[in-house]
C-alpha cells in the first residue's frame, strides 16, 4: 500500500495537530531513567509547554529542566555557555539534586544554532548524554527512539560476554508505565533477568512518593545501562526501536534480537510467548495460559459487535498498527488510519485509508464511523457531528480520563480488557441509544 504523505498536500498548516514534538519523545525517554535530570536545551516555554503536556496527561510532577535560551543568546553566547551556565544554576539551587545522569536533547532553534552538543560534555563532571531532536523533523515517536539509541551508542561498553538469562526490552513511545511492567513480569515469569530501556513502569506510574518531579525515577540507572552488551536477548516492540536494537548488536554481535511490531491480539503474543519458551525451554506460568483462553472468549464475545463497526484509528504508527490488527482479528472494518509521522510499518496497515495527516483530515472519516480511536482532541469535533460516534482515548494527551498510566492494551490480558472497551463503547451506538 502506498502511504500518503498528506491527504491536503496545499495546506500550509497542521489544523488540531496529533503529532507532537521530537524533544517531547525525547524529554520523556530520558524520565524513564533512574536519577536522571532531562534537559532540554530550548527556551523556558518550550520546556514548560512539555513539563505542563506531561503534567496533565499523567497527573504526576514532571521532571523538566532548560538552558533558558533565547534567540538573543543563542547567538551571542553560544550553545557552550548556556549549557555549562544550566546544569551549574540548577544543581546550586537544588543542592538535594544528584543527577546521575544528563539527557541533553535540542529543539529547532538551538540545531538551526547549530550548538556542539556533543562537545560540551567534555566540560561536564556528571555522566551526560546528547541527542539531536530538532522539532521541525519527525515527532514524539522518533524523538523516545533516537534518545534510547543515543543512550545505548554513547553509554553501553562493548563487550564479547553473554549473560545467558538477561533480557533487554524497548518499548515504543506510546507503551503506558504498567505495560512495560506487564511485560517485564510476564519475561521474569520465565526466569530471565529483565531490564527495559526506557523503563517508565517506577517513574509515571502513578506512585506517591518523596521527591517526585526533581530527577527521572525509572527502573533502570546509568550502571545498568553500560552493562546492557551482555544480554543475552533483546526484544524490541514497535518498528520505531529497531535502530536502538542495532545499535545494541553493535555493542554485541552475539545478541539475539526479537522484534514484534506490537504486542496486541492473539497471534503476536503467541510468538512472543512461543520464543520465550524456546529460549528457556520452559512452559509458560498457569495463568498467562488462562489469559490467552480469556482472550479467545473475549473475541467471541465481542465478535458480534466489532465485527459489524467501522473505525478511524489516529495516533503514533507503532500503536496504531496494534489497535487495527487486533481490532481486524476479530472482524472489524478500519476505515482510516492518520498517523502522526510516515514509518515504514505504515505499510503493512490494511485499511481503506492509511495517511499522514491531523485531526482535520481525520475528521472527514468520523462522519462514517461507529467508534474512533484517537487522543482528547478528537473529542469536541465528535460532538460538532449529527452522527452519534463513539470515542476511545488512546495516545498523547489524555486529558479527560485519570489513570492513563495504568491502562494496559499489551499481552493477552491487556488485549482482553481493550476488546471489551471497545464492544462497551459500541453497545450504545449499536442499541441507539
Known sequence: MEIELSKHEHKPLQVNPI????????????????????????SQGCASYTKVFYT?????PIAMYNTSVSDITAVLDGGDYSILMAIE????????????????????????????????????EIPYCYVNTPDYEGGMQSGW????????????????????????????????????????????GFGFETYALPDLST??????????????????????????????????????????????????????????????????????????????????????????????????????????SHFVVTGEPDMCIGICELLQSVGGTVDAVVATNYSPVLEKIEAANVFVGDLEDAAEHFKTADLVISN??????????????????????????LGNQLKNDQLYEGSTYFLFEVANALRPIKHGA
Open 145 to 188: 527512539a533516537l534518545a534510547v539509541k543515543a543512550l545505548i551508542e554513547q553509554h553501553t561498553e562493548e563487550t564479547t560476554e553473554i549473560k545467558p538469562n538477561k533480557l533487554l526490552i524497548l518499548p515504543h513511545v506510546s507503551m503506558q508505565p504498567v505495560e512495560v511492567e506487564k511485560i517485564k513480569e510476564l519475561c521474569a
Open 19 to 42: 503529532k507532537h514534538s521530537q524533544p517531547m519523545g525525547a524529554a520523556l525517554a530520558f524520565m524513564g531513567i533512574r536519577n536522571c535530570m532531562p534537559l532540554m536545551h530550548a
Open 56 to 60: 496533565r496527561h499523567f497527573n504526576e
Open 89 to 124: 544554576n540548577i544543581t546550586k539551587k537544588n543542592k538535594s539534586l544528584k543527577p546521575e545522569l544528563i539527557g541533553l536533547h535540542t529543539t529547532g532553534l538551538t540545531e538551526t544554532k547549530g550548538d556542539d552538543v556533543r562537545g560540551v560534555g567534555m566540560h561536564i
Open 203 to 308: 517513574s509515571l506510574d502513578g506512585y506517591l512518593s518523596e521527591g517526585q518531579g526533581k530527577l527521572g525515577t525509572g527502573a533502570i540507572g546509568i550502571e545498568e545501562i553500560r552493562e546492557l552488551g551482555n544480554c543475552a536477548t533483546a526484544v524490541t516492540i514497535g518498528a520505531s526501536m529497531e535502530p536502538a536494537s542495532k545499535a545494541l548488536l553493535q555493542k554485541n554481535p552475539a545478541i539475539t534480537h526479537l522484534h514484534f511490531d506490537h504486542l496486541m491480539g492473539q497471534e503476536n503474543n503467541d510468538n512472543f510467548v512461543a520464543a520465550l519458551m524456546e529460549i528457556r525451554q520452559i512452559e509458560p506460568a498457569p495463568l498467562v495460559k488462562r489469559w490467552r483462553g480469556r482472550l479467545q472468549d473475549a473475541m467471541l464475545d465481542s465478535h458480534f459487535l466489532i465485527g459489524s
Open 376 to 401: 482528547f482532541h478528537a473529542e469536541r469535533l465528535l460532538h460538532m457531528q449529527e452522527k452519534h460516534t463513539a470515542l476511545i482515548l488512546r495516545g498523547f494527551p489524555n486529558y479527560e480520563e
